[in-house]
T-cell receptor, first 111, second 115 residues
Framework: GEKVEQHESTLSVREGDSAVINCTYTDTASSYFPWYKQEAGKSLHFVIDIRSNVDRKQSQRLIVLLDKKAKRFSLHITATQPEDSAIYFCAENYNQGKLIFGQGTKLSIKP | GGIITQTPKFLIGQEGQKLTLKCQQNFNHDTMYWYRQDSGKGLRLIYYSITENDLQKGDLSEGYDASREKKSSFSLTVTSAQKNEMAVFLC??????????????FGSGTRLTVL
């Protein structure tokens, strides 16, 4: 069935550097790719998304890139700050709104 | 803004026991979801419902029942709890139609432990 693979289970970067989290998907019909963030002890919340009609979207320090040929999308966090430490989940939307999530990437920002 | 309330926050059960988790939302959203979160496995969809009295199975529905008697509430029943089962169950909701309709809003979760 459809799958989303999140390649990095953990990622550690220095404060101020950029972090990149990569995901691949299998369903060529997928058209919507959101990212969610889960801070320690809290639930998930939406951070940014991208639709298949564009290949780049930016919201402040967050950039999402989509490569439909490679069936790959990535989240870039620039100028990282301590509050960026969290687990990040990529997802794809298929079949009337159902979301398939990746396994999650635990991002640690080191001083 | 709205909120999703899950009860209880912590649930401890015995093997073979039937356990019910509850979820309420005041967003007036049509669609509600139950996900299971296991460490290192991401979120897996158990059941979802696109309107009152509707139920759709997700990839992990075996061993669970769900009920959507009102638009604002969605409950999940573990039909026979498995020993050593530990997971967090997350309820979510989303709107229908218009920009941002696909965005899921999550509750804070119910942490299940089975002894």
């Amino acid at each position: 069935g459809e799958k989303v693979e999140q390649h990095e289970s953990t990622l550690s970067v220095r404060e101020g550097d950029s972090a990149v989290i990569n995901c691949t998907y299998t369903d060529t019909a997928s058209s919507y790719f959101p990212w969610y963030k889960q801070e320690a002890g809290k639930s998930l919340h939406f951070v940014i998304d991208i639709r298949s009609n564009v290949d780049r979207k930016q919201s402040q320090r967050l950039i999402v890139l989509l490569d439909k040929k490679a069936k790959r999308f990535s989240l870039h966090i620039t100028a990282t700050q301590p509050e960026d430490s969290a687990i990040y989940f990529c997802a794809e939307n298929y079949n009337q709104g159902k979301l398939i999530f990746g396994q999650g990437t635990k991002l640690s920002i080191k001083p | 803004g709205g909120i999703i309330t899950q009860t209880p926050k912590f649930l401890i059960g015995q093997e073979g026991q039937k356990l019910t988790l509850k979820c309420q939302q005041n967003f007036n959203h049509d669609t509600m979801y139950w996900y299971r979160q296991d460490s290192g496995k991401g979120l897996r969809l158990i059941y979802y419902s696109i309107t009152e009295n509707d139920l759709q199975k997700g990839d992990l529905s075996e061993g669970y029942d769900a009920s959507r008697e009102k638009k604002s509430s969605f409950s999940l029943t573990v039909t026979s709890a498995q020993k050593n089962e530990m997971a967090v169950f997350l309820c979510a909701s989303s709107g229908t139609g218009g920009a941002g309709a696909e965005t899921l809003y999550f509750g804070s979760g119910t942490r299940l432990t089975v002894l």
